[in-house]
């Protein structure tokens, strides 16, 4: 496994972090519980080191079958446990709450679910347009300087956002989408992150198992699972996806005898964002890892690869549709 020493943080991290929004089982169609076990200590036990949930997965389900894995697994001193803060949800949905007085309830609760006493990375989930800027990092910073939280970290924030909150309280992480369909990020906020010494955890990787190479136009996905809502996996749409996948995963066998789902994470590692979030449930989904490390992708080929996806998608669209209302 690739390793990485993120100075903002005195800590030395895995380049590959688990994701585990599908293990919440909110928006994926479920989870089971015991496959989600073995799949965290499957990462753990293949070297990843950083493990990403969130409070809104599976309204506390994530945070707590992490927790339960932390405590099973033991060596929590070796483990970076990242989670979020800013959402919170009743029968009516999805809310943006980033105050003062939420963050601190959140934070008890997370420990609370996480069985751990600190938390490694704390990030704020979405920016809260209710909430001022200056009121959040305030909150955050004293947390920080309590040591109950040992980064500081915002997720979907823009420059602009991130400057104002640096106003108060220092940032550690940043976690943006990104992944070969969706680049957005390589126009601001990866170049801000890099020129201000902020480590990136992008999430998103395989956008949403597209870049597995494992989707076909049968596939059919079951009860909430948010892919019957992503733009991306819709009609027409769907099936440029699909051929840009296979173009792809040609490339990657032609390149480097390996697949596209090894390309993809392969991308991303090239684009020098510190940790590329792989999200999985079934600890067999672990198994690709160790094809990600040795080799690297060049200049022209990654050019090539744009070529490749601007070429067969001709009306792309971004992760736009995942974010709560404001």
Not at 192 to 208: D, P, S, T
Request: aromatic share 8%.
């Amino acid at each position: 496994m690739e390793t990485r020493a993120l100075e903002s943080i005195n800590r030395v991290v895995s380049r590959i972090g688990l994701g585990t929004w599908a293990i919440g089982g909110w928006m994926w169609g479920g989870t089971d519980e015991k496959k989600a076990m073995r799949t965290i200590h499957a990462a753990f036990d293949a070297g990843i080191n950083v493990v990403d949930t969130a409070p809104v997965y599976g309204f506390g389900k994530s945070e707590e079958i992490v927790g339960r894995a932390l405590a099973e697994y033991g060596r929590r001193d070796g483990i970076i446990v990242a989670t979020k803060v800013g959402l919170e949800w009743d029968d009516n949905g999805i809310h943006r709450n980033s105050s003062r007085e939420h963050i601190f309830k959140e934070i008890d609760d997370s420990l609370r679910r996480l069985q751990i006493d600190y938390i490694d990375i704390y990030q704020i989930h979405w920016p809260d347009p209710k909430t001022l800027l200056s009121e959040t990092a305030d909150a955050m910073g004293e947390l920080y300087r309590q040591e109950k939280i040992r980064g500081i970290g915002v997720s979907n924030y823009s420059p602009l956002q991130m400057d104002e909150f640096r106003q108060v309280a220092p940032i550690q992480t940043a976690q943006p989408p990104y992944n070969v369909f969706e680049t957005d990020m390589d126009k601001d906020v990866l170049p801000y992150c890099k020129n201000n010494e902020i480590a990136v955890l992008a999430y998103g990787a395989l956008c949403r198992g597209l870049l597995s190479g494992k989707m076909t136009e049968k596939r059919e996905f079951h009860g909430d699972d948010l892919r019957n809502i992503d733009p991306k996996f819709q009609a027409q749409r769907y099936a440029k996806y699909l051929k840009a996948v296979d173009r792809l995963d040609e490339f990657a066998r032609e390149r480097y005898h390996r697949r596209v789902i090894h390309l993809a994470l392969r991308w991303i590692l090239d684009q020098d964002v510190d940790v590329a979030l792989w999200g999985a449930r079934r600890p067999e989904q672990i198994e690709p890892l160790h094809e990600i490390k040795g080799w690297t992708i060049s200049e022209d080929e990654r050019k090539e690869i744009r070529r490749i996806v601007d070429g067969i998608i001709d009306d792309p669209v971004g992760p736009e549709f995942m974010a709560p209302p404001e």
